[in-house]
């Protein structure tokens, strides 16, 4: 597969160009950008990710998740990742933010199959669960104001969700802004199905699926 990463550079910087194995970091081939031009096009491939994913599976929509994992272990990691989504009998692309240890599936679900989705969501709990062996988080930028959150509470413990929960109060007394989402009462019946009472987060059940299922329009992409 292809890896697109954005390194800074000066006036006095290389053109760009490609590179053999060697330079590459045991890559089959590395490029690099340096002027406007030669970026854009680098970083069109980025930008088109997402739909050239779904071409993958005619029909289907994207359910994206990441993690962020030390350097070291992002083979391993990822490794791990295509594992689990192999074993969901799922169809993953990915795409990375490499330089910081963050990268992103895009799991491929079909809007009217509940199963999938419970599947896509299950594979979310495997990554999550093999980033944090290896010392990672659960988020780089996915899902955690709402998909997220029992990882964050695994994560981080209560106390977190009772800070944001305060400071979100005193700023909204009502909670009309994003109820139940991250910030709300981790108490907040709106919550509460999010988090598992076992105290074992990503261990999903076919209702929480069929919620997902039930709020995310066919052909919009859920983050979690």
């Known amino acids: 597969g292809d890896i697109v990463r954005e390194l800074g550079s000066s006036s006095s910087s290389s053109s760009g160009g490609s590179s053999s194995s060697e330079a590459g970091g045991g890559t089959a081939d590395f490029q690099w950008a340096v002027t406007p031009e030669e970026r854009s096009k680098l970083w069109q491939a980025r930008h088109t990710a997402y739909w050239a994913s779904l071409a993958y599976v005619p029909g289907s929509k994207g359910f994206t998740t990441d993690v962020c994992v030390p350097m070291q272990q992002l083979p391993a990691a990822i490794i791990k990742g295509q594992e689990a989504i192999r074993k969901a009998g799922l169809v993953g692309p990915l795409v990375g933010h490499v330089g910081d240890g963050n990268f992103h599936f895009i799991l491929l679900v079909q809007p009217d199959d509940v199963d999938s989705v419970l599947r896509a969501k299950q594979v979310v709990s ?65 919550v509460q199905w999010q988090l598992d009472p076992s105290g074992q987060p990503g261990a999903v059940g076919r209702g929480e699926a069929e919620r997902t299922h039930e709020r995310v329009p066919a052909g919009v992409s859920t983050s979690q």
């Open 126 to 190: 495997d990554v999550v669960l093999a980033a944090w062996a290896v010392g990672g988080t659960c988020t780089g930028e996915h899902g955690i104001g709402y998909g997220k959150m029992p990882f964050l509470l695994q994560e981080h413990g209560p106390v977190v969700l009772d800070i944001m929960a305060a400071v979100k109060t005193a700023l909204d007394p009502n909670g009309i802004m994003n109820p139940g989402k991250l910030g709300s009462d981790p108490r907040d019946p709106r």
